[in-house]
C-alpha cells in the first residue's frame, strides 16, 4: 500500500494545502481513508508526517475541512511557526498522527482526567531519516507521554519508523532511554516549552511526566480507533470535524471519486513565489 501527495495553493501563505492520494491515483483522506495498521498482527502503524524534523511551520491535518488535506495552523491571523526555545531547533522529531484515531473531547480519559483534545493522536518519530512532509511511515510505537495541553489530553505517542537501520534495537520505551540517552529528557523539556513565546505557561503532564512503555501506548493507540470508528460511522457527534471519506462504505460520510476530485480542484493549483520568513532565531527564558 502506497501513498503520494499533490500541494496545491501558495506554500507559507493560508490557502497553501497538501492532499493525499492512494495507489490508485485517487483522492483520499488521510485522517480517514488511510488504514490504522500496516500490520495489525505485528501491531506496526501507519504514521503521517505533517512536520519533518528540523522544521518550524506547524502543519496538521485539517480535520474540519473536506478530504482533511495538510494545512498550516493558523494563531491570530497569522501563520504559525513553531519558536527555537533554545537549545531546540524546531521540531525535535519527525512529528505527526496516526490516522484513523481520534481523541474523543466528550471523553474523560481515566488515567488523565481530562477529555481528549479533538484530532488525531500524535506521534514523535525517532527515527534517523528526516522524512517529507505528508509522508505515510510504518511504524513500531515505543511509549507514550500523557501532555495536558490547555485542559486536554494530548497524547504523544514515541514511535521508531520500521524502515530506520537501528529500528529492530528499539522495542520499548527504555531502548530509547538506553540507546538515545537525553533524547526523552529533551522531548519533556520541548513540549514544556514551546508554547512559551507566544506567552503562555509551560504545559504540564500527567504520570509526573514519566513515559508510559510500548503495552499502554498500543492500548492507548487502539481506544482512540475505536471513538474513530464512532465518529466516521455517525454513531458519536462530529461536530465541526469533517468526515468525508472515500473507503468506509458503511460510512454516512463516504463520497465518491468524482466527488472527492471536486474538493481538490477547488483549491488553486501549487504556485512557487519567493518568501523570506526566518525561523532562525533562538528564544531563550529562565526555567
Given at each position: 500500500?502506497?501513498?503520494?501527495?499533490?500541494?496545491?495553493?501558495?506554500?507559507?501563505?493560508?490557502?497553501?494545502?497538501?492532499?493525499?492520494?492512494?495507489?490508485?491515483?485517487?483522492?483520499?483522506?488521510?485522517?480517514?481513508?488511510?488504514?490504522?495498521?500496516?500490520?495489525?498482527?505485528?501491531?506496526?502503524?501507519?504514521?503521517?508526517?505533517?512536520?519533518?524534523?528540523?522544521?518550524?511551520?506547524?502543519?496538521?491535518?485539517?480535520?474540519?475541512?473536506?478530504?482533511?488535506?495538510?494545512?498550516?495552523?493558523?494563531?491570530?491571523?497569522?501563520?504559525?511557526?513553531?519558536?527555537?526555545?533554545?537549545?531546540?531547533?524546531?521540531?525535535?522529531?519527525?512529528?505527526?498522527?496516526?490516522?484513523?484515531?481520534?481523541?474523543?473531547?466528550?471523553?474523560?480519559?481515566?488515567?488523565?482526567?481530562?477529555?481528549?483534545?479533538?484530532?488525531?493522536?500524535?506521534?514523535?518519530?525517532?527515527?534517523?531519516?528526516?522524512?517529507?512532509?505528508?509522508?505515510?511511515?510504518?511504524?513500531?510505537?515505543?511509549?507514550?507521554?500523557?501532555?495536558?495541553?490547555?485542559?486536554?489530553?494530548?497524547?504523544?505517542?514515541?514511535?521508531?519508523?520500521?524502515?530506520?537501520?537501528?529500528?529492530?534495537?528499539?522495542?520499548?520505551?527504555?531502548?530509547?532511554?538506553?540507546?538515545?540517552?537525553?533524547?526523552?529528557?529533551?522531548?519533556?523539556?520541548?513540549?514544556?516549552r514551546y508554547k512559551v513565546p507566544d506567552g503562555k505557561p509551560e504545559n504540564q503532564f500527567a504520570f509526573n511526566g514519566e513515559f508510559k512503555d510500548r503495552d499502554f501506548a498500543i492500548k492507548t493507540v487502539k481506544s482512540t480507533h475505536e471513538f474513530w470508528k464512532a465518529l466516521?460511522?455517525?454513531?458519536?457527534?462530529?461536530?465541526?470535524?469533517?468526515?468525508?471519506?472515500?473507503?468506509?462504505?458503511?460510512?454516512?460520510?463516504?463520497?465518491?471519486?468524482?466527488?472527492?476530485?471536486?474538493?481538490?480542484?477547488?483549491?488553486?493549483?501549487?504556485?512557487?513565489?519567493?518568501?523570506?520568513?526566518?525561523?532562525?532565531?533562538?528564544?531563550?527564558?529562565?526555567?
Amino acid at each position: 500500500m502506497s501513498f503520494t501527495i499533490e500541494e496545491r495553493g501558495r506554500p507559507n501563505t493560508q490557502e497553501y494545502r497538501v492532499f493525499f492520494k492512494n495507489s490508485e491515483g485517487k483522492y483520499i483522506s488521510p485522517f480517514h481513508d488511510v488504514p490504522i495498521c500496516a500490520n495489525e498482527a505485528e501491531n506496526i502503524f501507519h504514521a503521517i508526517v505533517e512536520v519533518p524534523r528540523w522544521t518550524n511551520a506547524k502543519m496538521e491535518i485539517a480535520t474540519k475541512d473536506p478530504l482533511n488535506p495538510l494545512k498550516q495552523d493558523v494563531k491570530k491571523g497569522n501563520l504559525r511557526y513553531v519558536a527555537n526555545v533554545f537549545p531546540h531547533r524546531g521540531y525535535i522529531w519527525n512529528y505527526g498522527a496516526i490516522p484513523q484515531t481520534w481523541e474523543d473531547p466528550n471523553h474523560k480519559d481515566s488515567d488523565t482526567g481530562c477529555c481528549g483534545d479533538n484530532d488525531p493522536i500524535d506521534i514523535c518519530d525517532i527515527g534517523n531519516k528526516v522524512c517529507s512532509r505528508g509522508e505515510v511511515i510504518k511504524v513500531k510505537v515505543l511509549g507514550t507521554l500523557a501532555l495536558i495541553d490547555e485542559g486536554e489530553t494530548d497524547w504523544k505517542v514515541i514511535v521508531i519508523n520500521t524502515e530506520d537501520p537501528e529500528a529492530g534495537s528499539f522495542n520499548n520505551i527504555e531502548d530509547v532511554r538506553q540507546l538515545k540517552p537525553g533524547y526523552l529528557e529533551a522531548t519533556v523539556d520541548w513540549f514544556k516549552r514551546y508554547k512559551v513565546p507566544d506567552g503562555k505557561p509551560e504545559n504540564q503532564f500527567a504520570f509526573n511526566g514519566e513515559f508510559k512503555d510500548r503495552d499502554f501506548a498500543i492500548k492507548t493507540v487502539k481506544s482512540t480507533h475505536e471513538f474513530w470508528k464512532a465518529l466516521i460511522s455517525k454513531k458519536t457527534n462530529a461536530g465541526e470535524l469533517n468526515c468525508m471519506n472515500t473507503s468506509a462504505s458503511d460510512s454516512p460520510f463516504c463520497c465518491s471519486a468524482e466527488d472527492a476530485e471536486a474538493v481538490v480542484k477547488s483549491v488553486s493549483p501549487l504556485f512557487f513565489f519567493s518568501f523570506l520568513f526566518s525561523v532562525d532565531k533562538w528564544f531563550y527564558y529562565e526555567k
